[in-house]
């Protein structure tokens, strides 16, 4: 695959989160008005971790498990999640149709680079993460933008596919 140059974004400028105390000024008021946001910043999530995770990865690296894994996850980590399909969803999977991954921006990426074609089109979706476009335009694909709607919950119908 050649280089290719690709024009920055929002997302691929991130370099760290800003402080919480950051002096943040938009105009109008943004923040003080009534309207709903969410803060989508790189990085972490700010909360704080649950004790059963940091406990299960503190015996994971006491018996050893501090090597790098399959990129679509452990044997262990698909049968788990194979279980809880059945378990809490009704769905039977084999692990192995099962894929985790690190998080859905490089599931996306992979899933992406490994089934587009040059030219190939990809719905996403508005608003979204903003690095869905240049994962696209990496892969060699076309991003397609569908707005949707808060009236419908953000959720693209059968309609908007057409």
């Given at each position: 695959m050649p280089v290719m140059l690709l024009k920055s974004s929002a997302d691929m400028c991130v370099e760290a989160p800003a402080p919480e105390d950051a002096n943040v000024s938009l105009p109008g008021s943004f923040f003080a008005s009534a309207?709903?946001?969410a803060t989508l910043r790189a990085g972490e999530s700010g909360?704080?971790?649950?004790?059963?995770?940091?406990?299960?990865?503190?015996?994971?690296?006491?018996?050893?498990?501090?090597?790098?894994?399959?990129?679509?996850?452990t044997p262990e980590l698909k049968a788990a999640i194979a279980a809880k399909f059945r378990r809490e969803n009704g769905i039977e999977c084999k692990p192995e149709n099962i894929s985790a991954g690190a998080g859905g921006k490089q599931v996306l990426y992979n899933a992406l680079m490994a089934t587009l074609d040059p030219g190939d089109e990809v719905l996403i979706p508005a608003p979204s993460w903003v690095a869905y476009a240049d994962i696209t335009h990496f892969a060699e694909g076309v991003p397609v933008w569908l707005p949707t709607r808060p009236g419908d919950g953000f959720k693209l119908s059968p309609q908007d596919l057409e």
């Open positions: 309207i709903s946001s909360g704080t971790m649950s004790t059963l995770v940091i406990e299960a990865a503190h015996r994971a690296m006491h018996a050893g498990q501090t090597h790098y894994t399959q990129v679509d996850g």
